[in-house]
Structures are given as structure tokens and as C-alpha cells.
């Protein structure tokens, strides 16, 4: 790979815009801009959920790979109208989600975003995931260069990361918190 950074700091931003893939600049608080930065978000937290876990752990090699898949979904946000993102992707996710939560016991309740270290941490990427995934379906709304595999890999993805939720919440002996409202029904 080729170098493509040679100097960190350009100073192009400082005047409230920033370059895309394609040359063009736009304005640091466009909605392809908050797009970006909400996957940039998300991605942050799964290396965050990774730095939790005890390694060696069946979950880090699943959750590098989806680092990787979401620098993809950048790569087209930053390029609009380039799709890095196949329907494999998509189906691999439900696949994931299906193995992990095959493993769990029915959810019968609510749960409450806590727990372990790295259980709260998969909550947090979670909220994080969905907001990703209103912020394509907001930039959509004004731009159909967005990819709809992206929207549904960020929609499957926050569902991936509740089941690992609910699958960190019980390791090592460990539970699940369950929400109890204060108000009983009459």
C-alpha cells in the first residue's frame, strides 16, 4: 500500500470543511460527515470491547474482522457511489448472531445496558450502532448514493453486538441485569 498520508495536519478543516475520497469537500457538519463519524464511533468501541477481553477469546477474531468490514462502510462513505460492502457480510453477521445467541436462554425480560467490563462496553457499541445506522438512513433520505448493504450490516451488526452483550454478561460466572420498573402493572 502506498503511503497516503504524508503530513497528519493539512489544514483544510479549519475552515469547517473537509475532503472526501473523491476530492470534494464538504462541510464538517454534513450529514455524510456525521455518517462517518458515528462508524468511526462504533469502531472505537469494538476495539474497546476487545481490549476487555481475556485473551486468547472466540469473539476477538469475529469482532477484528468487523473493524476491517467497517472501514469498508468509511471507505463508501467517504467515495460515494463505491460499495465495499457484499451481501456475504450481512448473511455472515446473522450467522454469528444466530451461533452466539443459540447458546443463550430465551430472553424473557428486559435487560438493563451493564454488567462486566466488557458486556457494558458491547452495550455502549450497540447504542453507538444504531446510531450509525439513523444517521445512513438520515444521509439516504437526502443522497441514494448510500449503500443499503451498509444501513443493513450496521442494522445486524447492533443486533450482533446485544447478543454478545447478553453472551459477555455471563462469562465467568457472571449474569445479566434485569430491568425492574418500579411501577407494577394494575
Known sequence: MANRLTKIYTRGGDKGTTGLGTNDRVSKHAPRIHALGDVDEVNSWIGHIRS?????????AVLSQIQHDLFDIGG?????????????????LEQHIDRINGDLPALENFILPAGNEACSRAHIA????RRAERQLWALQEVDDSVSMRAVQYLNRLSDFLFVVSRALARE???????????HTPS
Open 52 to 60: 476487555a477481553l481475556a485473551q486468547p477469546h472466540d469473539l476477538d
Open 76 to 92: 463508501e462513505l467517504a467515495m460515494p457511489g463505491f460499495e465495499l460492502v457484499s451481501p456475504t457480510l450481512v448473511e455472515e
Open 172 to 182: 465467568n460466572g457472571g449474569k445479566e441485569v434485569l430491568w425492574q420498573s418500579r
Open 126 to 129: 450497540r447504542a453507538v450502532a
